[in-house]
């Protein structure tokens, strides 16, 4: 058995890999599409993976890979009866996928069709516009608990990570909800006490311990939560939005100063311009001065090869 899997192994590496990399001597061109074509099909899979990832098709997948690997290895042993039952079941699976998931391939290939082809793969505009959307939620979010003199902390991650204020907290890893953000600081419950940390589009963590600010400036009618909320905003670039449980009113924290008492659409625009306009704009910008640089590069190479 061993010799048999010897010779197999020696044959495919001789009509596949060995005449591949000789193909590729002959031709080095060859070299550019070959590339070109593994980070197609990186690509393709990897957001594949991310799409079937938290669907019920995960666990399909997982049963297809095993089903794959149980029929290669039927074969590798020469187990002819297990290997004609598996090669059959996958020969019916392909027909059994189609028929079962047949709304989710639908959307899939409606999406292909649409202008909203950038969504379905993630690509950045998606971001941003996922991040309005989590920002009009905490804004929903805020105003609900602020009529009900309900006192809240969300804490929203930007570029300086806060691992350390995350890890005081019981992880959530939750999608962004005002029903679930509400839910969190309702009196006498469980995470009531504490900040919520909005991070990546989630709801990371609630009940975190946050750093007070302690400075004598700072006005004395202050209570903790609004401290805490300064505190954290010296400390990393968080925005941070806090609702009083004393008089209802709706504050945000930046850069180490509080914005106090601000109404719903101001906090909007305070939280679409600090986080969503600022945050991609500069990003575009950055990537707009690297391929500058790149270009202004390959053209002084040219400039010195023709001298």
């Not at 044959?11 to 591949?20: D, E, G, P, R, V």
């Not at 690509?123 to 905490?138: L, V």
Request: hydrophobic share 45%; net charge positive.
């Amino acid at each position: 058995m061993i010799e048999n899997f010897s010779n197999i192994f020696k044959n495919f590496y001789n009509q596949n890999i060995l005449a591949y990399i000789q193909s590729l001597q002959e031709y080095p061109v060859k070299l550019i599409s070959l590339i070109l074509d593994l980070a197609i099909v990186i690509f393709l899979a990897y957001h594949l993976l991310k799409i079937v990832k938290d669907s019920r098709a995960w666990q399909l997948v997982k049963g297809i890979a095993l089903l794959i690997v149980a029929t290669a290895l039927s074969s590798l042993f020469n187990l002819k009866i297990l290997n004609y039952i598996l090669s059959a079941v996958m020969n019916w699976g392909v027909i059994l996928i189609f028929i079962i998931f047949q709304p989710e391939l639908r959307r899939a290939l409606e999406q292909l069709g649409t202008n909203r082809f950038e969504k379905y793969f993630g690509i950045e505009n998606d971001k941003a516009s996922k991040t309005k959307e989590d920002i009009y939620k905490i804004v929903i979010a805020a105003t609900e608990l602020a009529k009900d003199k309900i006192g809240a902390l969300i804490v929203i991650e930007r570029d300086i990570q806060i691992k350390d204020i995350i890890a005081t907290g019981v992880e959530l890893n939750a999608v962004v909800s005002p029903q679930l953000l509400v839910n969190i600081f309702q009196p006498k419950t469980p995470l009531h006490d504490g900040a919520v940390i909005i991070s990546n589009n989630k709801i990371v963590a609630a009940a975190c311990m946050l750093p007070l600010a302690g400075d004598k400036d700072i006005a004395q009618e202050l209570g903790t939560r609004h401290r805490a909320a300064i505190g954290i905003s010296k400390e990393s670039d968080s925005i941070v939005v806090v609702v009083s449980e004393e008089t209802g009113k709706i504050s945000v924290a930046k850069d180490g100063t509080l914005i106090a008492d601000v109404r719903e659409d101001v906090l909007k625009k305070i939280l679409i311009s600090n986080i969503v306009t600022k945050r991609f704009s500069e990003e575009k910008q950055n990537r707009k001065n690297t391929f500058s640089k790149i270009k202004e590069m390959v053209s002084s190479k040219k400039n010195k090869e023709v001298k």
